[in-house]
């Protein structure tokens, strides 16, 4: 503050000017994070993060459609040669084995948005899907045997509660 | 690279220049105390409230069937959603609370006369806007307070000459408050931040034309001005913690202690609750409106004493330079204004009883009269100091300057 313009330690005041905005900037950076955070889902949306499905009725060969986090989920009642069929079969877009996306041969369950742009893919009379926008086909095993679609449609997490009950969203 | 890039910017927009001449270099007043410093928070309360209210837009529905519950969505489900409303909803009271100390500041310290003039008049501006906004954002949560303030509030309008009915009904979309209120008041609580935005921007170019008062209340040599960087950015800061420090032991310990507890009710259009009062803010028009026996008048009332005050430059008439430090009479009338604006407050926020008023009479008769006396006031506390000799503190600041007025006047150029 006075007239003079010498500065008797320069390093030392540079160091605290430093250290001052170091401190500013950490402090707004963190006063950010409520907004940032505000905009994650509230924890309405995250009750809705599992789902729980009673499969008793679904019959060999039958596919029945849940929602699980807004997102369509296919559960299909595969038939002992659907099985089959698959276990022996390889895919070469995505290769996975048939067993990796099972928990039990019979019941496939997989996510139904279409891995190339996100629209779901309807169900084919063979046992597959077939995606009505770019023309991705799936395998009963919902691996992708054409494209444009990259990978295999996603296995969610889930569980067997019972023999006739999944919950999807949750291992164990 | 980064004095590169400065440079690059420099060869196509003023950028260095622009801040040296309006932020770092900018030349202040070195005799700046305190209470400089609110022009500065109201500008942080502003960018706040944008933040945490546009953060808020994101989960509210603007819905009377939704609204309430999603006030309660905010605060139970999304994180922070606490945070943010308390934020709001405190910040609201605190913009307040800074505007009156920044406009009480202008009046002690006489910054509204010449040649500050429209200075104070996008001030006043600003003023109304802020009013408009907080009342239109208070009709947001939908709780009973809400709903009755706003009825109350837009029920105002029927004093319009001939066409008070149609003019109500309007302003509603529907025959009492309701749904198309609660959606067009939303949208113009979002958008008249914006246009405060750029009423400040109006409001700070006419404060660099004419430079900052000071507490002298002259205009001072440029010898007497500093640099506004480091010297006031630090004061600013030094300010904003000590406001921050009081603004959050509100957010986190009292949060409540802005909210009226009616509104945690829904609204509900076919019961008013026994008593109705409007945001602490607001008391004392309320209470102005209040005193006046009759629809229209009342409202004139009110309107005019929020407006009264963009006359000041003209009636203010005292050649007197300074402020109220210099100027007895002037500053036993600052503070009987200061001391009946509390009184009108109190009145404001008590039932109607023939106490209150009598009280409120006399109190909005007094506010009033502060204003109508002050022409007269101003001239003969002139004369009275001229006759006694100017004290020698102000003979020391004002006399040695005046001849140079034209001088500090023009004192942009350097």
């Known amino acids: ?172 | 690279m980064i004095k590169k890039t400065i440079s690059w910017i420099d060869e196509r927009f003023p950028l260095t220049a622009f801040v040296k001449h309006e932020l770092t270099g900018y030349p202040t007043p070195r005799n700046l105390s305190y209470w400089w410093n609110f022009g500065f928070l109201a500008g942080f309360v502003l960018v706040l409230q944008i933040a945490t209210g546009i953060f808020l837009a994101m989960h509210y529905k603007a819905d009377s069937g939704l609204a309430f519950d999603s006030i309660q969505h905010i605060m139970r489900d999304v994180n922070y959603g606490w945070l943010l409303r308390y934020l709001h909803s405190t910040g609201s009271s605190a913009f307040f609370v800074v505007i009156y100390v920044h406009m009480a500041r202008t009046l002690y310290y006489g910054s509204y006369r010449k040649p500050r003039e429209l200075l104070w008049w996008t001030g006043q501006l600003l003023l109304l806007l802020l009013m408009a906004i907080s009342f239109m954002g208070y009709l947001l949560p939908w709780g009973q307070m809400s709903y009755w303030g706003a009825e109350v509030i837009t029920n105002l309008f029927r004093a319009t000459p001939f066409i008070g009915d149609k003019v109500v009904i309007w302003l509603r979309g529907d025959f009492s408050v309701g749904d198309a209120t609660l959606t067009r008041f939303f949208a113009l609580h979002f958008l008249f931040p914006f246009i405060i935005l750029g009423a400040v921007v109006i409001h700070l170019v006419a404060l660099h034309t004419v430079r900052s008062s000071n507490p002298s209340g002259i205009n001072l040599a440029d010898k007497d001005n500093i640099p506004f960087h480091p010297y006031f950015t630090i004061k600013d800061m030094y300010g904003l913690g000590v406001y921050l420090i009081i603004f959050f032991a509100f957010v986190f310990f009292f949060p409540h202690f802005f909210i009226e507890p009616n509104n945690n009710i829904p609204a509900n259009p076919m019961q008013t609750p026994p008593h109705i009062e409007p945001e602490w803010y607001f008391l004392p028009f309320y209470a102005i409106l209040r005193s006046v026996p009759d629809l229209v008048g009342g409202v004139v009332a009110m309107g005019l004493s929020v407006m009264i005050f963009a006359a000041m430059p003209y009636m203010d008439r005292s050649n007197i330079p300074g402020g109220a430090h210099y100027r007895p009479w002037y500053r036993v009338m600052f503070y009987v204004f200061i001391i009946d604006i509390f009184v009108l407050g109190y009145v404001g926020s008590q039932p109607v009883s023939p106490d209150m008023i009598i009280l409120g009479r006399a109190a909005s008769l007094v506010y009033f009269g502060t204003f109508l006396v002050l022409p007269f006031m101003s001239k003969k506390e002139e004369q009275w100091m001229r006759a006694r000799g100017l004290p020698p503190a102000l003979k020391a600041l004002f006399e040695p300057r005046a001849p140079r007025e034209h001088e500090t006047q023009g004192g942009n150029s350097k």
Request: charged share 25%; aromatic share 6%; net charge negative.
């Open chain 1, 1 to 172: 503050m006075s007239g003079s313009d010498t500065i008797d330690n320069p390093d030392r005041r540079n160091f605290l000017g430093k250290i001052t905005t170091a401190a500013g900037v950490t402090g707004a950076a963190a006063a950010c994070w409520p907004f940032v955070s505000s905009m994650n889902p509230s924890t309405d949306v995250l009750a809705k993060a599992t789902t729980e499905v009673d499969i008793s009725s679904i019959p060999p060969g039958g596919e029945h459609t849940v929602a699980w986090q807004g997102k369509p989920v296919f559960i299909v009642h595969r038939t002992p040669e659907q099985i089959k069929a698959m276990e022996s079969k390889e895919t070469t877009i995505d290769p996975e084995a048939d067993d990796k996306r099972v928990v039990k041969p019979e019941w496939l369950v997989v996510v139904g948005i279409c891995t190339h742009l996100g629209c779901v893919p309807n169900r084919d009379p063979e046992g597959g899907w077939l995606c009505p926008c770019h023309g991705s086909m799936y395998d009963a095993s919902g691996r992708v045997i054409r494209g444009p679609a990259p990978r295999n449609l996603e296995v969610p997490v889930y569980h067997f509660e019972s023999d006739t009950k999944i919950i999807i969203g949750k291992k164990i």
